[in-house]
């Protein structure tokens, strides 16, 4: 099926839009650089590589459709949303326990507040999960404001950072459901000798 047969399925809305979900995974990859950091960038450039090849591997059976937003600003990320809909959303960059790290005017940096992030989301209606891939983006948060929230408790390494997104979107593409995903990703990053308890997840409860 054809992208544009798929993006059809989906904007038709009620059963039909979720047959989509028999072809394809989409996948909003949000990244911000605000501090222009050469190392951060190169991160970023691996994550979403990552996410790519787990699409293309030879036992993949869903296609992970990657809808780059690279140093994104808010508006950026906000026009995203009310445009499409998407299965996850993966932020990569800067956060802390005020929200996350987005690009301001000139290369500066704009901080978007967690409870901002989820007003965001809320007409999200084929979300099941986000994934905070930034050193301590789930430090503040004790409520899900998704299906299942993922990220990370304290600082983290680039190289862990990138070694639980390997192990997560492998996982996604073989047909995994999120919370096996999420242990895959703590997997990965243990074979590699970083701690995979940096890695936590929320879930939200049944309303």
């Keep these: 099926m054809g992208v544009q ?6 904007e038709s809305g009620g059963e039909v839009s979720e047959l989509t ?19 951060l960038a190169l991160r970023l450039d691996q994550e979403i590589r990552a996410i790519n090849q787990a699409s293309s591997a030879k036992d993949a059976r869903f296609q992970l459709r990657v809808d780059p937003l690279t140093a994104s600003t808010v508006d950026d990320f906000r026009r995203a949303l009310l445009n499409n809909q998407y299965d996850i959303v993966h932020f990569a960059g800067h ?3 005020g929200g996350l790290a987005f690009m301001g005017e000139g290369g500066g940096e704009v901080e978007l507040p967690y409870n901002a992030l989820a007003g965001m989301l809320r007409n999200q209606k084929t979300l099941g999960c986000v994934v905070l891939n930034a050193c301590h983006s789930m430090e503040p948060l004790n409520e899900a404001f998704a299906p299942l929230v993922v990220g990370m408790i304290s600082e983290i390494d680039d ?6 997104a390997t192990g997560f979107y492998d996982a996604v593409a073989v047909g995994a459901d999120a919370d096996r995903a999420f242990e895959e990703g703590q997997t990965s990053m243990a074979s590699r000798n970083f701690d995979q308890h ?10």
Excluded: C, G, M
């Design 21 to 39: 979900h028999l072809f394809e995974k989409r996948v909003l990859v949000v990244t911000a650089n605000p501090d222009r950091e050469s190392k």
């Design 198 to 207: 940096q890695a936590v997840k929320l879930k939200q409860q049944p309303s």
């Design 95 to 97: 956060a802390d326990v």
């Design 159 to 164: 190289d862990a950072a990138i070694a639980f």
């Design 5 to 10: 047969a798929q993006d059809e399925l989906r």
